[in-house]
């Protein structure tokens, strides 16, 4: 039997417990992905398509993006609690109580409350979960154990739906399969150590960030999926019958695939990659008229949205990861689910010329931020050394430190403990602490974490 253990950091052992979580992230996301499926399906039996999509694409995904939110301001809050056990086993089991009430209930009021009730509770495990990739992996693994875990979901949803000549998931039938799905969810789930005793990933090279720079990278992801909602929201004009989403989901898993593998390498190219995603359904739109041309292009929409996925979930869990805070690691999901919210809604109210005047306008948008935020990320990646020691002079210089306490405030951000440090520079352990109590009385911070965190956000005044 495989032991998943913390203190095994052999390269074998990291292989293992990048598994584990690339299959407990997996497998939660088909589990969730098949029950949403199934109660969109029942819904199916009592309102019609256009108002099908407003509760599926529309408030549900803001549920769902509450539903991070409220998680993530938890693990801000109270990282003991939201970090452990309790919180993903209370979710699965209530989201698979509402499940269960979407398939067998009569009335079609309790069928789109359970369904409200099951998108809060998947946005809260998604946050329970997704956290393990800025606190458990390493940023040169994330992308590959992210895009494996999500085509495994993807492909297994679309295996689920096969038998009864594709019906499965419209039967009530299908509840048994999740309650499988759960069973096996929670058996893996007693192997998630509790956040205080992860390794925690080392943070990934580049410039440090500032508030300024986070929200901007919520903003263009915001942009990047409300383009992509609306781009997707045109009708197929002549390959409407011959593109199927169970046909389309071997490509987004092929494409969650290569893009883990392709932002592992470089994140450049993932990021560019990304944007590249957008430009493929209006391609499909332009080629209206041509079978093949049009049937082309929206396969490699669904293949390049396997990039837009995973770089949703990179420059968060990079974030997370570079600024020890794990409660950000999953924003950029939020802020994607906003966006397709937000499409969905605009797709709903503005059509034809309308519709593509707003595809265009939000798409010029994200181009200029994205090239912003490109430039502070990967333009700026390669800080001297001189520039960052004077970055480091500046701030204990803004607090008035001592020489001594300045190198004792250089070693606490290289993770020294105080054995450490006292080894360091040659002095009594107590002559660490010592100075360390000075620091924390000049800088007003009460523990190493706030400290660490002020300093590589780069701005005193920033705290979370």
């Not at 987004?252 to 994140?267: H, T």
């Not at 809604?345 to 490109?374: D, E, K, M």
């Not at 190198?407 to 010592?434: C, W």
Request: hydrophobic share 55%; glycine share 8%.
């Amino acid at each position: 039997m495989v032991t998943i253990s913390r203190n095994n950091c052999s390269p074998q052992g990291l292989n293992r417990r990048s598994l584990y979580v690339a299959v407990l992230i997996g497998l939660n996301f088909l589990w969730c992905g098949t029950a949403y499926i199934i109660q969109v399906y029942r819904l199916l039996q009592f309102v019609d398509g256009a108002a099908i999509n407003l509760l599926s694409c529309g408030l549900y995904y803001l549920l769902q993006a509450a539903g991070i939110g409220a998680a993530a301001f938890l693990f801000a809050k109270r990282p003991a609690a939201a970090g452990g056990r309790s919180l993903p086993l209370l979710c699965t089991i209530f989201a698979l109580s509402c499940t269960a009430a979407a398939v067998f209930s009569a009335s079609v009021s309790t069928v789109i409350a359970a369904g409200a009730l099951l998108n809060l509770a998947i946005g809260v495990l998604s946050c329970c979960y997704l956290t393990l990739l800025a606190t458990e992996i390493e940023p040169r693994r994330r992308g590959l154990v992210f895009g494996c875990a999500y085509a495994f979901g993807s492909v297994g949803t679309w295996l689920l739906s096969l038998p009864m000549g594709g019906r499965f998931l419209w039967s009530s039938e299908s509840i048994y399969a999740v309650v499988l799905l759960v069973a096996l969810a929670l058996l893996l789930l007693r192997y998630l150590l509790p956040l205080s005793e992860r390794r925690h990933a080392p943070a990934p090279p580049g410039p440090e960030l500032n508030r300024g720079t986070i929200w901007l990278a919520a903003a263009l992801l915001f942009l990047m999926w409300l383009n992509n909602t609306l781009g997707f929201s045109f009708p197929l004009k002549s390959a409407s019958g011959s593109v199927y989403i169970e046909f389309t989901r071997a490509f987004y898993a092929a494409g969650l695939i290569i893009a883990g593998l392709i932002s592992d390498r470089d994140r450049r190219w993932g990021a560019i990659c990304a944007l590249a995603a957008l430009a493929f359904p209006s391609a499909a739109l332009a080629l209206g008229g041509s079978v093949t041309g049009e049937t082309l292009m929206w396969i490699l929409a669904y293949f390049f949205l396997g990039f837009l996925a995973v770089y949703r979930l990179l420059l968060f869990a990079d974030i997370s990861g570079k600024i020890a805070l794990p409660a950000l690691a999953v924003l950029g999901l939020a802020a994607g689910r906003l966006g397709e919210a937000a499409g969905t809604l605009g797709a709903a109210y503005f059509s034809g010329t309308p519709r593509i005047a707003l595809a265009s306008v939000v798409f010029v948008l994200v181009i200029t931020l994205f090239f912003l935020l490109y430039q502070r990320l990967y333009h700026s990646a390669a800080v001297p050394e001189d520039t960052e020691q004077m970055r480091l002079l500046q701030y204990v210089n803004s607090f008035g430190l001592s020489a001594r306490e300045q190198d004792v405030f250089k070693l606490i951000m290289e993770g020294m403990s105080n054995a450490e440090i006292a080894a360091a520079l040659h002095i009594t352990e107590s002559t660490v602490k010592f100075h360390v109590s000075n620091i924390f009385r000049k800088t007003s911070f009460r523990n190493r974490s706030e400290l660490i965190i002020d300093f590589k956000l780069g701005n005193s005044n920033v705290h979370f």
